[in-house]
């Protein structure tokens, strides 16, 4: 997102880009994270010693009812914590793993589609999607199929245990 575009959003709002905001948005454009409001903060300060928490969650609030930023709970995969990026021309969907928690972004036609058969079969008029998908990356799903067989040994090998015990 560009400041001219930035700057014009806000203005439009009777809202001044300060210093501290540019810094916010920047971080939030320039790291391609998903970042919660402690992180940034903590990034923005090091930028900015004289930045504080209020600044940042004020901020943050500012910008999202500014539409320059989106909040998102990512599936409330690590509680109740929120993150925010920047808004996107193009939209996508969050694919999040519900183990490691790794967050993927999806664009293309399907999401379009969706959009225009959601439009055309109820006769509404979408302003904003967010589409989130949980489930388990390739590397946390060999995890849980190593996890499930070891369990499954496991159970296996309490009734043998049982029945050595019985015997003794």
Same mark, same amino acid.
């Given at each position: 997102?560009t ?6 959003? &806000? ?5 001044? &880009?300060?210093?501290?905001r ?10 391609? /994270? ?19 928490? #209020? ?6 609030? +500012? ?5 320059? #930023?989106?909040? +998102?709970?990512?599936?409330h ?9 920047? =808004? ?9 793993? +519900?183990?490691?928690?790794? #967050? ?9 589609? +969706?959009?225009? /058969? ?23 799903? #060999? ?8 369990? =499954? ?16």
């Amino acid at each position: 997102m560009t400041a001219d575009l930035s700057k014009d959003s &806000l203005k439009q709002r009777g809202i001044r &880009l300060t210093r501290q905001r540019q810094i916010l948005l920047d971080l939030l454009d320039r790291t391609g /994270q998903h970042l919660d409001a402690e992180s940034l903060y903590r990034m923005a300060h090091e930028q900015d010693p004289k930045l504080n928490r #209020v600044t940042v969650y004020r901020t943050l609030k +500012l910008l999202k009812e500014g539409g320059l #930023v989106d909040e +998102l709970d990512l599936m409330h995969h690590t509680g109740d914590q929120h993150f925010y990026e920047t =808004r996107t021309k193009q939209e996508h969907a969050h694919i999040i793993c +519900l183990r490691c928690g790794r #967050v993927e972004e999806f664009y293309g036609d399907p999401l379009r589609k +969706l959009r225009r /058969q959601v439009e055309a079969h109820f006769g509404f008029q979408i302003l904003i999607a967010r589409t989130e998908i949980g489930g388990y990356c390739a590397h946390c799903q #060999v995890l849980r199929s190593q996890e499930v067989e070891q369990a =499954r040994g496991a159970a296996a090998a309490a009734p043998a245990k049982a029945r050595r015990r019985k015997s003794s």
